[in-house]
């Protein structure tokens, strides 16, 4: 066999574990890197755009990825970088207008009536909480946000969620702790309307 045939079966085989991995290790929390993008985001095609990227930076960085890890872990850590690069990229521009859209409302038959959309949340996330909760949770500050959702929606440890978030191990549980205060200051009244002692 010449080497440059040697070398090219060394290619596919390479590719065909990436491949491998990236199938069997990521593909399966698909669901879960959406809801939690969308909880992020708040808005479907940001969530969608925030999850293709997570998942072509974990296929082209697939190499770091150690086998027998928490692929799971691995994946929020790196959609929660891409969210606040991005994040922070967009609190840097000027606002933009969408004079298209202008354009074709105003034209449109209503005369000017504006039509709102229907809020379409991932339907796992929407069985699994209320409107009520999804509403509370999504008012809080997006830090506090994302400690709710690891731990208590998608159940990642302390040690786990310190490396997705890459702060220590204390500040996970205080931010958590007072993530929860404020959520439960946001439900009270929630909570007697439903007869539970707040």
Known sequence: MSVAMSKNVKEESTD???YHIFNREF???IDS???FAFRLTMDEDDAHDLVQDTYLKAF???SSFEQGTNAKAWLFRILKNSFINDYRKRSKEPAKVDYQEI????NSEEGGEVQTTVDLRANTV???IGD????ALN???VDFRTVIIICDIEGFTYEEMAKILDIPIGTVRSRLHRARNLLKEKLKNYATSMGYDA
């Open 16 to 18: 065909d574990q990436r």
């Open 27 to 29: 593909l399966p929390h």
């Open 33 to 35: 890197m959406y809801n």
């Open 60 to 62: 082209r960085f697939i």
């Open 103 to 106: 354009e074709t409302t105003y």
């Open 126 to 128: 929407q069985d699994m």
């Open 132 to 135: 009520e909760v999804a509403n």
């Open 139 to 141: 008012s809080l500050p």
